[in-house]
């Protein structure tokens, strides 16, 4: 059984268990699951939020949300296999200070606001990897919002779930992060690179060249979890601001800045920490440029070295990453059959993204982990590397185990 089988499984057996708990009669045949998968992005760190663009890939790790529709009352029973506790509550219930219930809080408030709730669910949740820098905190809140957006029969286009997504993050969760994650996830395909411009919102495909078959992106997991709200995340956003409004009064983001004024000329005014920030951005926009060509052509020297120039900026320009994360980087950049690496999502924890040769990725894997344990090892419990394979979109399986089909992909 693979892993999203064994997620849905579960989710299966424990909504039985939840719904008879609560005297709620369960009907294998009216059983729904949401699954969405994670995503990775192996160029465009930190840009998104300043209007840049981001290439991102969807994974074969998953937020997985099985449920049932309340068909005569508007409230919101979720469960989490990886948490004790309970929720109850309606879609004007305000959002939690702290739990997991907080994202389903979040997303009922969103979706009610933009049209009316009258149904809720009665729903168990599970996530393969959360808190490892894979967008699983997005990941679910699409969950969330694809599971009561079909509870009522809402029929809602990609482009408006991911703007959905980013009203839960930013106006009820704290977050000042952009719309990458959400974008990836929403427009994921199967074997397929996107190009996500998310100042225009727009996306292109870049589909798998040939000879991609013979490497693979091998993720190393720092066993230490990643939350935005309580890293730098939301000071290095204020920092870009800052700088983009010193280099052009007019811009309240680092892309709305004009060209004329993103020259090193004028970003050696700025302050240092915040010229560093600016710099970052500037130069990981090109990066990304040259990364989408690399792909395409099936370049993987190239893309590799790309992604170390990514990473390298993002710790001594963007000023980010946690320490197990640039020894991480240090480690894989040292060993054979590695192309590049850079961290995934912020790098405040989570995981490393490494392009490798996939016949050496057993013996990258070893020797990765081998030498980061020795650093760590504390960690030797929970660190692990795994091989993320491509995967496509946020989907709803109706009833669970039998229909694959994506719902809402490249519509609206």
């Known amino acids: 059984m693979n892993l999203l089988s064994q997620l ?3 989710t299966v057996t424990e909504l039985e268990k939840w719904c008879r708990e609560q005297a709620i009669p369960f009907d294998p045949t009216r059983v729904y699951a949401v699954v969405s998968p994670y995503r990775i992005s192996p160029l465009g760190a930190h840009v998104d939020h300043q209007g840049g663009a981001v290439l991102g890939r969807t994974i074969d790790q998953y937020s997985v949300l099985t449920f049932l529709v309340r068909e005569t009352s508007a409230e919101i029973d979720p469960k989490s296999t990886l948490s004790p506790d309970t929720a109850n509550f309606l ?12 994202y389903a809080q979040a997303a009922a408030i969103v979706l009610h606001q933009y049209r009316p709730l009258t149904k809720g669910i009665i729903g168990v949740v599970t996530g393969s990897l959360v808190g490892a820098g894979l967008s699983s905190s ?22 408006d779930f991911v703007e959905l997504a980013r009203r839960v993050e930013n106006e009820q969760l704290g977050l000042n992060n952009g719309i990458q994650d959400q974008t990836a ?5 199967q074997a397929t690179l996107l190009h996500m411009d998310v100042y225009k919102r727009q996306v292109i495909p ?9 490497v693979c992106f091998l993720l190393a997991y720092s066993g230490f979890s990643r939350e935005l709200l309580g890293s730098g995340f939301n000071n290095r956003v204020a920092e870009c601001r800052q700088a983009a409004q010193l280099l052009d009064p007019k811009a309240e983001i680092l892309g709305q800045v004009a060209p004329d004024r993103r020259n090193g000329q004028n970003l050696l005014t700025l302050p240092r920490n915040l010229a560093k920030r600016a710099r970052h951005f500037y130069d990981e926009i090109e990066r990304v440029a040259a990364g989408q060509s690399a792909w395409a052509n099936g370049d993987w020297v190239r893309f590799g070295r790309i992604m170390n120039q990514s990473c390298h900026s993002s710790i001594y320009q963007y000023e980010s990453g946690s320490q197990p994360l640039v020894d991480l980087q240090d480690i894989a ?10 961290f995934s999502g912020g790098g405040y924890g989570g995981c490393l993204i490494m392009l490798v040769e996939r016949a050496k990725a057993d013996t990258i894997s070893q020797q990765v982990k081998a030498a980061y344990l020795k650093k760590y090892p504390e960690k030797a419990p929970i660190a692990h590397l795994f091989i993320a394979e491509t995967e496509s979109t946020v989907r709803i399986e ?7 089909s994506p719902i809402h992909q490249f519509t609206n």
């Open 138 to 159: 997005a990941s679910v809140i699409l969950a969330y919002l694809h599971a009561l957006a079909f509870a009522n029969g809402f029929e809602i286009g990609s482009a």
């Open 206 to 214: 870049i589909a798998d060249p040939v000879g991609v078959e013979d």
């Open 8 to 10: 849905k499984a579960t």
């Open 333 to 342: 950049i040292e060993i054979d059959g590695v192309y590049g690496s850079r």
């Open 398 to 404: 109706t009833p669970a185990h039998i229909n694959n």
């Open 91 to 102: 879609p004007t219930t305000p959002v939690a200070p702290s739990g997991w219930q907080r």
């Open 185 to 189: 996830i929403t427009y994921g395909e």
